[in-house]
């Protein structure tokens, strides 16, 4: 699968890169900014007529965040990943929190997690990608 991970902690990033590429996962890492064609216009549309990974995870300290915001949007301009294949990455997360996220169609990850969770999510993620 094309795994996109987002997390600010480079270490974290470093693990979550190496677990994925071993599991024979090509992993695109980013410790900045989510970079996403979208983007580049407040105006735009998804251009793609598949999706640009078959997974996302994105760390974010806190749900109100700007990540959260992008993947909002990337919804309503088109995204043409399913929801549910886009993680949200969470230490600081209340059960609220949590419920909010899953409404809008996104999965939640709490820090701390098993590697074994990421692999059953991925799993998930690859059945709904087989039923597009």
């Given at each position: 699968m094309r795994i996109f991970v987002?997390?600010?902690d480079a270490?974290?990033?470093n693990l979550l890169t190496l677990y994925l590429e071993i599991k024979g996962h090509q992993v695109r890492g980013f410790t900045d900014q989510y970079s996403c064609p979208l983007y580049q216009s407040a105006a735009s549309v998804c251009p793609a007529d598949k999706p640009c990974?078959?997974?996302v995870i994105v760390n974010t300290r806190c749900p109100d965040q700007e990540n959260i915001q992008i993947l909002i949007d990337q919804e309503r301009k088109g995204c043409k990943?399913?929801?549910l294949?886009?993680?949200v990455i969470s230490a600081n997360i209340s059960e609220?929190?949590?419920?909010?996220?899953?409404s809008l169609g996104f999965?939640?990850?709490r820090k701390p997690f098993r590697l074994t969770t990421i692999s059953s999510w991925l799993t998930e993620c690859a059945k709904r990608?087989?039923?597009l």
């Open positions: 987002f997390e600010e270490s974290l990033l990974a078959d997974a990943l399913p929801g294949n886009k993680a609220e929190q949590d419920q909010m996220i899953c999965y939640v990850i990608l087989n039923k």
